[in-house]
């Protein structure tokens, strides 16, 4: 049992390494989910393309098409045949735009998305549940549901411009989808204002009756603009009054807890136990301190600011251009020199101070010029190798093997 966990922990140690030195952080799971929704949409809008760039721009390009037929092939439409899938491939680009910054509004679109084209691939298509199309959606579908907690980015201005954009999509979705399947439909959708109004009815779940669908294709085409449309509003909902409620909710529940005044603090980066002590002692001194990290620990007092300290965005969260000193004291030493280098392109004038914990790093840890390196291991190796050797033991020796200066004076 003992053999079992320490395997575990060794091949977690190794993936968080593995996490850490490949910066999946900055592009890992968004920018695959976004790349396989932004294809999908790009292979919706290739008949479209492939039209206009024939009537238009008297560009042959049958060649290149008859080529990428095969994965258009495999990719199940969203809408059913006749309605344009242009406007669906040009909605999948914009929410694969919204992945790739994280948006949470943009995940539950794909999310919807990707649901409908599986359920149309099995339902409309009669297709296996092992065929490629059906493959794809359900793979795509499950990465997008167990990665959620990495699209948690929502702001007022960003719901409310992908609220429009969506409204608009779905609502030209809507009116181009009616008149094209306005034959079956009793009485007939002929004109564009009883495509707008027959959308707009449909997509408000009013139903007044008068317009109603006849055949099969407009029965399934009914239904999915009616399941997109009560999505579309309760998201679009959701990304705007989100954030108003949320930061409402925290005003009221939290109101005595005020935020220290970031000027001259210290900032704490990383999780262990050289943290926990810094933190500790500063704390002890009535000095105002922040922990950034993306560990769940506790630091007392200290206010802790979950995120990767590696960022620009997170160091200017815990106000590193006003901060006294930045201590990177991570248990890597690669995240330390990560931090420092931040710090340089934030322009800040706080000490940077960098823990270093493998003597062979510290060469490396120097190359990034922090202000301070501080060396424990290295230094608790030195003292114990004098005491056991007996030798004469001087203080300022051992100072500076704990505080190896850097290229600039601490």
């Excluded at 960003?158 to 034959?183: C, P, Q």
């Excluded at 294709?217 to 009054?241: C, D, H, K, P, Q």
């Excluded at 500790?280 to 620990?297: G, H």
Aim: no cysteine; charged share 15%; net charge neutral.
């Amino acid at each position: 049992m003992t053999m079992l966990h320490g395997l575990m922990s060794g091949l977690e140690k190794l993936t968080w390494r593995i996490y850490r030195r490949a910066r999946l952080d900055l592009w890992f799971p968004q920018l695959p989910l976004a790349a396989a929704v932004g294809v999908a949409g790009l292979l919706a809008l290739l008949p479209t393309i492939r039209r206009y760039a024939s009537e238009y721009l008297h560009l042959q390009l049958n060649g290149l098409f008859n080529a990428l037929h095969p994965l258009n092939a495999s990719v199940p439409a969203l809408i059913l045949q006749g309605v344009p899938s242009a406007v669906v491939g040009t909605l999948q680009i914009f929410i694969a735009i919204g992945l790739l910054l994280r948006s949470r509004m943009a995940w539950i679109s794909a999310l919807v998305i990707t649901f409908t084209q599986g359920a149309l691939a099995i339902g409309y298509s009669h297709q296996s549940w092992h065929s490629g199309a059906f493959l794809y959606v359900a793979a795509l579908f499950f990465a997008l549901s167990v990665s959620g907690r990495n699209f948690q980015h929502s702001s007022l201005a960003a719901g409310t411009l992908f609220a429009i954009a969506a409204s608009i999509l779905l609502l030209t979705y809507g009116v181009l989808g009616s008149l094209i399947l306005g034959e079956g439909f009793s009485p007939p959708i002929v004109t564009l204002p009883q495509a707008a109004y027959f959308t707009v009815v449909t997509m408000s779940t009013v139903g007044y009756g008068d317009i109603s669908p006849k055949s099969d294709n407009a029965r399934l085409f009914v239904m999915s603009l009616i399941i997109v449309g009560i999505t579309v509003f309760a998201t679009s909902i959701t990304a705007v009054v989100g954030p108003l409620v949320q930061g409402r909710l925290n005003r009221i529940i939290e109101p005595q807890r005020k935020r220290m005044k970031r000027v001259n603090h210290y900032i704490i980066a990383g999780a262990g136990a050289l943290a926990h002590n810094t933190a500790r002692e500063l704390l002890a001194r009535d000095k105002s301190v922040i922990v950034v990290t993306d560990e769940d620990e506790d630091f007392g007092e200290a206010e802790v600011i979950r995120g990767d300290a590696t960022e620009l965005e997170v160091l200017r969260k815990a106000g590193a251009e006003t901060a006294h000193a930045v201590l990177a004291l991570s248990p890597d030493d690669a995240e330390n020199a990560f931090v420092i280098l931040a710090l340089r392109e934030i322009m800040t004038d706080a000490k940077k101070i960098a823990a270093v914990s493998n003597r062979r790093n510290l060469e490396r840890v120097r190359r990034v010029q922090p202000d301070m390196i501080l060396a424990p291991n290295v230094f608790g190796g030195e003292v114990l190798a004098m005491a056991l050797t007996e030798e004469k033991i001087d203080g300022n020796a051992l100072i500076e093997k704990l505080l190896e200066a850097g290229t600039k004076p601490a």
